[in-house]
């Protein structure tokens, strides 16, 4: 969303609640999340040549749980302030707009959490057959944990001593 600021006067602020952004999904691509929704709050006030932003971002995304692969929501929630300077930043402001879009999908982009996590009681997936330990006990044969040739033998020795 572009907000038009040309016929703001010096002090002058522009409120809005809980409006609704249309980012475009693109951007997140690369964590692997689609962005189901995104509001805003906050103000824009003119002081002198930069704007002043005060915003609070709440936004659900959806993505892959890190252990267990199951699709699942989350939030990502933030106050954030920015100073536009209008003299020289040509990213945020265009001589009369400001881009809140791009300036909030920056914002979200920075504070994704690394990795998604379905809850926190997260079991995740076996690690010999791959079934999902959320839904109940595996029936493989574990073997791997007890074979006398798994080389982490060697390490549980030294915890021993």
């Not at 996590?117 to 006990?137: D, R, W």
Request: with cysteine; charged share 25%; glycine share 4%.
């Amino acid at each position: 969303m572009s907000l038009d600021t040309s016929k703001l006067k010096n002090g002058q602020i522009i409120e809005f609640k809980h409006l609704a952004l249309n980012i475009d999904n693109a951007q997140f691509e690369t964590y692997f999340v689609k962005l189901i929704n995104c509001f805003i709050s906050g103000y824009i006030k003119k002081v002198d040549y930069s704007f002043e932003v005060k915003l609070k971002i709440e936004s659900e995304f959806s993505g892959l749980c890190y252990k267990c692969g199951d699709e699942c929501t989350f939030n990502v929630n933030l106050d954030f302030s920015n100073i536009v300077d209008t003299l020289n930043d040509d990213v945020y402001y265009n001589k009369k707009e400001l881009d809140l879009d791009q300036m909030v999908s920056e914002e979200l982009l920075l504070n994704m959490p690394s990795k998604i996590i379905c809850k926190e009681e997260c079991l995740g997936l076996c690690g010999v057959c791959g079934k999902n330990l959320n839904f109940g006990k595996c029936n493989c044969d574990r073997a791997i944990k007890n074979n006398a040739n798994n080389p982490f033998n060697e390490l549980k020795k030294l915890l021993k001593k």
